[in-house]
T-cell receptor, first 111, second 118 residues
Framework: GENVEQHPSTLSVQEGDSAVIKCTYS??????FPWYKQELGKRPQLIID?????GEKKDQRIAVTLNKTAKHFSLHITETQPEDSAVYFC??????????FGKGTMLLVSP | GAGVSQSPSNKVTEKGKDVELRCDPI?????LYWYRQSLGQGLEFLIY????????KSGLPSDRFSAERTGGSVSTLTIQRTQQEDSAVYLC????????????????FGPGTWLLVL
C-alpha cells in the first residue's frame, strides 16, 4: 500500500517568514494529494489539493508543488501569521480509494 | 449546507464496556470513512464505505471493532469490550463519489468523538 512520509514534524517560524512542509509518497499510481490543517481540538480542514496532472497550485498565501518523478510534494506558506499555527497533514490516495496521511507537522508562528 | 456530524461529541466509558459511535455524512455523499487519532498523533485509517458496502476494512485494529452503514447514509462504529488503548478521537469523513473505482474527491471531516476508556 501507500506510504507517506512528512517532514519536519515540528516547525517554528517568525511571523512574516515562509514555511515549507515536505511529503514523499511511495505509490507511483497515486494521483491526488490534499493538505489538511487541524487547529487544536478541531477537525481537519482541507486547505489546498493538487492532482497529478498539475505541477503547482496556488491559493493566496499557500501553494503546493508536486514532483511526480521524485514522488514528493510540498506545501508552501508565505507571509505566515499567528493564525497559521496548527498541525498540517499531507495525504496521498492510492488505487484503493483510501487516503494515506502523513504523521503531521506542527507549525508554530510566533508574533 | 450541513457538514458531517458525529455523536456523541464525548464519551467516557469503563474498560470492558461496548461503545457505539455515530456518523452522519453530508447528504448525497456516497463514500464514508472512519479514522482514529490518538493524542498528538496522525490520522489512522480504520474503514471505508462506498454506499453500504465496505471495500476496505484493513485498518480495523482488532475484531473488537466493527462498523456498518445503512441506507447509504448514517454509519456506526462499534467497539466491543473497550480497552484503555482505544482512547482516542474517532473522526468520520465523507466524500461525494468515486470515479472509476478510485476516490478522488475531497474528504470532509466531522468534529470527531472524543473517547476515553477508564
Amino acid at each position: 500500500g501507500e506510504n507517506v512520509e512528512q517532514h519536519p514534524s515540528t516547525l517554528s517560524v517568525q511571523e512574516g517568514d515562509s514555511a515549507v512542509i515536505k511529503c514523499t509518497y511511495s505509490d507511483s499510481a497515486s494521483n491526488y494529494f490534499p493538505w489538511y490543517k487541524q487547529e487544536l481540538g478541531k477537525r481537519p480542514q482541507l486547505i489546498i489539493d493538487i492532482r497529478s496532472n498539475v505541477g503547482e497550485k496556488k491559493d493566496q498565501r499557500i501553494a503546493v508543488t508536486l514532483n511526480k518523478t521524485a514522488k514528493h510534494f510540498s506545501l508552501h506558506i508565505t507571509e505566515t501569521q499567528p493564525e497559521d499555527s496548527a498541525v498540517y497533514f499531507c495525504a496521498a490516495i492510492d488505487g484503493y480509494s483510501t487516503l494515506t496521511f502523513g504523521k503531521g507537522t506542527m507549525l508554530l508562528v510566533s508574533p | 449546507g450541513a457538514g458531517v456530524s458525529q455523536s456523541p461529541s464525548n464519551k467516557v466509558t469503563e474498560k470492558g464496556k461496548d461503545v457505539e459511535l455515530r456518523c452522519d455524512p453530508i447528504s448525497g455523499h456516497t463514500a464514508l470513512y472512519w479514522y482514529r487519532q490518538s493524542l498528538g498523533q496522525g490520522l489512522e485509517f480504520l474503514i471505508y464505505f462506498q454506499g453500504n458496502s465496505a471495500p476496505d476494512k484493513s485498518g480495523l485494529p482488532s475484531d473488537r471493532f466493527s462498523a456498518e452503514r445503512t441506507g447509504g447514509s448514517v454509519s456506526t462504529l462499534t467497539i466491543q469490550r473497550t480497552q484503555q488503548e482505544d482512547s482516542a478521537v474517532y473522526l468520520c469523513a465523507s466524500s461525494l463519489k468515486t470515479s472509476g473505482g478510485i476516490n478522488q474527491e475531497t474528504q470532509y471531516f466531522g468534529p470527531g468523538t472524543w473517547l476515553l476508556v477508564l
